[in-house]
């Protein structure tokens, strides 16, 4: 079992930035990949970035340019530093973990692993 604890949520104005973290524990040699995802009200979850432990990521073209995925493995923490903030990144952000290989996580069903969530708000 794996627990993930995010932090760093809030409000930021437009073009703002912002830094989420998200801490894990338990079982943590078990983790293969990690990733964000994020749900805005009305929308399906979907991801955002994820990230190997060798260092390997991936961006949705929605954040692509913006958002930097970046992992630490001796501290069990990954991170997700967010700039040029829209207000179509308003979301509930989610850290995820996985067992599966890297070319398996694209699917959602690859994450067994889910942080609680964390709101953040892009708005003048």
């Known amino acids: 079992q794996v627990q993930l604890v995010e932090s760093g949520g809030g409000l930021v104005q437009p073009g703002g930035s912002l830094r989420l973290s998200c801490a894990a524990s338990?079982?943590?040699?078990?983790?293969?990949?990690m990733g964000w995802y994020r749900q805005a009200p009305g929308k399906e979850r979907e991801l955002i970035a994820d990230?190997?432990?060798?260092?390997?990521?991936r961006y949705s073209d929605s954040v692509k340019g913006r958002f930097t995925i970046s992992r630490d493995n001796a501290k069990n923490t990954v991170s997700l530093q967010m700039a040029n903030l829209k207000p179509e990144d308003t979301a509930i952000y989610y850290c995820a973990a996985a067992q599966e290989p890297f070319t398996m996580t694209t699917s959602e069903a690859a994450y067994g692993s889910w942080g609680q969530g964390i709101q953040v708000v892009v708005s003048s």
């Open positions: 990230i190997t432990s060798g260092g390997t990521r």
């Open positions: 338990g079982r943590i040699s078990s983790i293969l990949v």
